[in-house]
């Protein structure tokens, strides 16, 4: 059989008033009507009073009106119904002007007689940890509103790659729910197409406890995106390893970045490559020839009477004209052949493992290709063109790529001094 408490009687607990004094939690009694019989030392401090001024008061005078009416309330539960109750309680002191938690614990006091004829309170303020509790829910929230209206794909991991957190972004590229991918790997989720580029990002973050980054590419055609991804690894509240992920598609600012990238290798009315390109490509290409020991043909093509297209039928000509061209010798060269625009009516042909006789045969290619171009002006007359070409071949090891274009050029212009449309080798 189990023992019951013995009842405290009023007196008993005066007597124990000295240790009470001394303990950390707010002690105190009150009769049938409500009014505090006995308080302990701190309950006086937190009300500004002395004993005597707290004996014979009830909660209407010590509380606000509101705080004394939820008091009385769980008061008579214990003084009414006699239980023992353990409850929250936020009550504004009035000697403080501030609004205090407590966590309390009241008991119903008996008589000799076993009649109820009082109450006691033990309470414990818990002001700085609700206060705490409020401002990290606070923060939380706040955390979690900023996270949710974010584009980034953002996500927390466990050493197993299950997700802890993921933001409604993430999972919406997931095609899934928060909900649903709580606790489970990418893997599970998209049931093995995710790309093994976020997985092993992840592992090497967790294996290495070291932040990484890369830019991942997902998808093909049209429907490529490109992600710049970040894995954080951290501790997590067990002690485990865990991993934070956070995804920006860059899709958008890739494109940028190769638009800007083809702008300034190509040529703006062309497409094709630039003079400083092209040049690159060529100091390229001979070195590489130099190493296998093979020839390289290189030609420098130039518009004949360019100036007076020009002037005779305007810019716009000129422009169609040199379009035209550019799209007649594009059709006649091999797939390892370079060509680009070096001037405003210049183009150089870089071919490599081309010898005299294989250059000879894509020039003549190239001039037929040309003239066989016929443009029309806006009153309908034809308009014919032509280019001068100046031709040179490397031979192994023999000379820097700018000599080599330096003939060339020399050649070409000897085209044109006899007479233009012409093909001059050196």
Known sequence: MKNKRPNLSLDTLHAYAEILDKVGTYVYTKNILGEYTYANELVCKLFERSLDNVIGQTDIQLFGIESAARLKANDAKVMQAGQTIE???SLFIKALNQIRTFWAVKSPLKDDNGEINGLLGVSTDITHQVNLQKKASAQSTLLD?????????????DNEQRYLY?????AKKLGTTVAEAIGKTDKAIL?????SAFDRLERQSLDTMSKVAEEITVGEGVNKEFFWSVRIPLELEDGSPGVVGISSNVTELSRLKEDFKKLALTDSLTGISNRRHILDVAETELKRMHRWNETMAILVIDIDAFKTINDSYGHQMGDNAIIAITEACKNNIRDIDHFGRTGGDEFLVISPKCNRSEAELLAKRLQDAVNN??????SGNYIRTTCSFGCVVSEPGDATFSHLLAEADIAMYESKSNGRNKITFT
């Not at 509103?145 to 991991?157: A, C, M, P, Q, W």
């Not at 049931?191 to 790309?195: A, D, I, K, P, W």
């Not at 171009?373 to 806006?378: E, F, G, H, R, T």
């Open 166 to 170: 993921i933001n409604q972004a993430g």
């Open 373 to 378: 171009i016929i443009l029309k002006d806006n």
């Open 191 to 195: 049931e093995n197409t995710v790309s």
């Open 87 to 89: 409850t929250t309680e």
């Open 145 to 157: 509103s900023v996270l949710n209206n974010l584009e980034d794909f953002i996500g927390l991991k």
